[in-house]
Nanobody, 111 residues
Framework: QAQLVESGGGLVQAGGSLKLSCVAS????????MAWYRQAPGRQREFVAS???????EYSDFAKGRFTISRDGDKNAVALQMNSLRPDDTGVYYC?????WGQGTRVTVSS
């Protein structure tokens, strides 16, 4: 069964960095675009960033300049490098593509 698996979340102090990773398995084709979303406590899930085959990227305003999404060629794997983290970046980060969603990885930024 196709699935996405995230890793790399954790606890970090404000100003610190984390790198999230997501790998797809049991997908028999290349996922054209892969994306990250996040959900903070008590808030709706929101878009963070996405990347397509070929490297075309999109970022939400809060991610621009601090987060970098990357992908290794046409592999079904994506990473999210997060720098200058703030307490309001706290939440569960989800990887998604083609209506597939991972289980999420929790990021907690302490002040």
């Amino acid at each position: 069964q196709a699935q996405l698996v995230e890793s790399g979340g954790g606890l970090v102090q404000a100003g610190g960095s984390l790198k999230l990773s997501c790998v797809a398995s049991e997908v028999g084709f290349t996922l054209w675009r892969m994306a990250w979303y996040r959900q903070a406590p008590g808030r709706q899930r929101e878009f963070v960033a996405s990347i397509a085959i070929g490297g075309d990227t999109e970022y939400s305003d809060f991610a621009k300049g601090r987060f970098t999404i990357s992908r290794d060629g046409d592999k079904n794997a994506v990473a999210l490098q997060m720098n200058s983290l703030r307490p309001d970046d706290t939440g569960v980060y989800y990887c998604t593509s083609m209506q597939l969603w991972g289980q999420g990885t929790r990021v907690t930024v302490s002040s």
